[in-house]
């Protein structure tokens, strides 16, 4: 059974950083994509960033771009988020998302509040 536990989450200063963590386990963490959503009050769940498992190419979302960067430890079957330059708008439940050609599979989201 995979499970995807992310921690890392907090309130923060806007202009401020945070590191979000997701471990994985039940799963060939190297055969995963894994990807960081959000979703703020009243809104849709969004995707935020990408690490894709077979390049290590990475994608994000133009909101986030040059401030937050996707990472991969595979020693540890861990991904992280490293966000800077926090905004008022990146205040969200943060959702670590690992999926492969016939898995898709959800942790159960860090909180990031920013205040200004």
């Known amino acids: 059974q995979v499970q995807l536990v992310e921690s890392g989450g907090g309130l923060v200063q806007a202009g401020g950083s945070l590191r979000l963590s997701c471990t994985a386990s039940g799963l060939t963490f190297n055969q995963y994509t894994m990807a960081w959503f959000r979703q703020a009050p009243g809104k849709e769940r969004e995707f935020v960033a990408s690490?894709?498992?077979?390049?290590?190419?990475?994608y994000y979302a133009d909101s986030v771009k040059g401030r937050f960067t996707i990472s991969r430890d595979i020693a540890k079957n861990t991904v992280y988020l490293q966000m800077n330059n926090l905004k008022l708008e990146d205040a969200a439940v943060y959702y670590c998302?690992?999926?492969?050609?016939?898995?898709?599979?959800w942790g159960q989201g860090t909180q990031v509040t920013v205040s200004s």
């Open positions: 998302n690992a999926m492969s050609t016939y898995d898709d599979d």
């Open positions: 690490h894709v498992h077979k390049d290590g190419s990475t």
